[in-house]
């Protein structure tokens, strides 16, 4: 499930050396959106997850090649090198790896509790490629032409057909069209977002799907024979799709929120206190997510629902109804392991990962905070486009106008993960032109050495000069 389950998204390898970074950074001459232009030098992006040259991302001048293909470019193209160097790292697969531990242990719970005849009921698939096509991502799930998540300035994208999975779901008619009728899926996610401590640009989900057959569902009940799972003349409520039967929604959804529970159950604890609320996806209906009470706090888990019928429909599986949930393996890990700091996931410190080298999956453990080095901060203010150069602009280029996540983006591409924290502090009108500027801090801390003022300077100096140059802003400073 994606769209609003919104876990924690990411950032990217940390710098060891900025001034590198920020030098490699003029050569680029990146584009409104923080992308290589077509007139650029062509850029080698490389890297390895597993020590290996097969699969390394390069973007050329007109082609981005990852994981062994290679895809034209475009005027949708927005892909980042620093975006491109984490596809293939899949941190989930990763022995020992915070966010490989809760994907195990939600594994794990899944084989024990689902068994037929002494196997497991859930088939697992985690290592599809995060490159789909946007007819995958959004059309597969039937999210509106005009839904705010299709946004260029939202997503990823390689050319205006083919873009980094926003979620998991991407997946879900394919494997259904394979026969599946329980999978989990788990893999990383891409999606532009804002700048702090629980957000990051890639992320990772996981996401479950069971479908029922009408002997399935009903085999259980009292005249269950005499039961449906569909209805010809029905009408869509509240509760229902309009081609579902309402007693063959309430088992599904019953089915749905009592295996979730024993899910959250085994992750938290006994003696944990859920809660649902009711919510919209395109994808499902009707829709939920789960809270959970934890430390004082309710916190948002997952989103779940019963599946579209259209969906299923879609995917050759026209006999059967289903459910379908979808989690973020970031918030569980940072919430189950006390890790304050999303870009943490990245670190390859030995300090960090030795800390989840357990010899049991289910092992508690509490990180222990490395030394937390200064934080130091710069803030940026200028003005915004004007509205009338602001579309003029749009309509030249073919992108859209500016958008806070533009700015996010090119502060990421420039600073990495020596970002913190970006936050709005002042929005300003003018009484008079009405012309807005907004003032920006933007928080520096290295994860692993003691920053100095003189190289933040370096790196909010580059910030400054590319905000006006590729944004169309006009800087205060």
């Not at 290589?36 to 973007?59: D, M």
């Not at 998540?149 to 394919?174: I, P």
């Not at 996806?281 to 829709?287: A, I």
């Not at 996010?408 to 993960?417: H, P, T």
Request: net charge neutral.
């Amino acid at each position: 499930m994606g769209i609003q389950t919104r876990t924690l998204p990411l950032l990217l390898p940390f710098l060891h050396s900025s001034p590198r970074h920020v030098a490699h950074r003029r050569s680029l001459k990146l584009s409104a959106n923080g992308i290589l232009p077509t007139h650029s030098h062509t850029l080698l992006c490389r890297h390895s997850s597993n020590g290996s040259s097969a699969a390394q991302p390069v973007i050329g001048q007109d082609s981005v090649e990852v994981l062994g293909h290679t895809y034209p470019r475009d005027d949708v193209t927005n892909i980042t090198p620093r975006i491109l160097a984490k596809v293939g790292r899949n941190l989930h697969n990763q022995s020992h790896h915070p966010l490989w531990l809760i994907k195990e242990r939600i594994k794990d719970h899944f084989y024990g509790a689902y068994t037929g005849r002494g196997n497991p009921l859930f088939s697992v698939h985690d290592n599809l490629s995060p490159v789909v096509t946007t007819e995958q991502n959004f059309d597969s799930l039937l999210i509106p032409a005009d839904h705010p998540s299709r946004k260029r300035g939202d997503n990823y994208f390689l050319n205006r057909t083919t873009m980094l999975r926003a979620h998991t779901s991407a997946h879900q008619r394919e494997l259904v069209r394979s026969g599946l009728d329980r999978f989990l899926l788990a893999g990383d996610v891409y999606r532009r977002d804002e700048i702090d401590a629980t957000h990051y640009p890639v992320f990772h989900q996981m996401e479950g799907v069971r479908l029922f057959t009408n002997h399935e569902l009903f085999s259980r009940v009292e005249n269950g024979e005499d039961l449906s799972l569909f209805e010809a003349g029905g009408r869509r409520t509240a509760q229902k799709q309009q081609c579902h039967t309402l007693e063959a929604v309430k088992l599904v959804e019953h089915n749905l929120k009592s295996t979730l529970t024993r899910l959250v159950t085994s992750l938290f604890g006994k003696d944990l206190e859920v809660r649902w609320v009711d919510c919209y996806f395109p994808f499902t209906h009707p829709s939920f997510e789960m809270e959970v009470r934890f430390r004082g706090d309710w916190l948002e888990v997952l989103g779940c629902g019963v599946m579209e019928q259209e969906l299923v429909n879609s995917a050759g599986a026209g006999n059967k109804l289903g459910w379908a949930f979808g989690l973020g393996l970031e918030r569980l890990a940072m919430v189950l392991y006390s890790i304050p700091d999303i870009r943490l996931f990245w670190s390859q410190d030995p300090r960090f990962l030795q800390q989840f080298v357990l010899s049991d999956i289910h092992q508690p453990v509490s990180f222990q905070p490395l030394s937390k080095y200064p934080a130091l901060h710069n803030d940026i203010s200028f003005w915004l486009p004007e509205d009338e150069r602001g579309r003029e602009a749009g309509r030249e280029s073919g992108r859209e106008r500016y958008t806070e996540n533009d700015f996010y983006e090119l502060v990421r591409s420039i600073g990495g993960d020596l970002v913190e924290k970006v936050t709005l502090v002042d929005s300003f009108s003018h009484p008079k032109t009405g012309r807005r500027s907004h003032c920006y801090r933007i928080v520096y801390r290295h994860m692993e050495r003691t920053l100095t003022q003189q190289e933040v300077n370096r790196v909010h100096k580059e910030i400054e000069s590319s905000v006006e140059l590729e944004l169309g802003v006009v800087g205060r400073y």
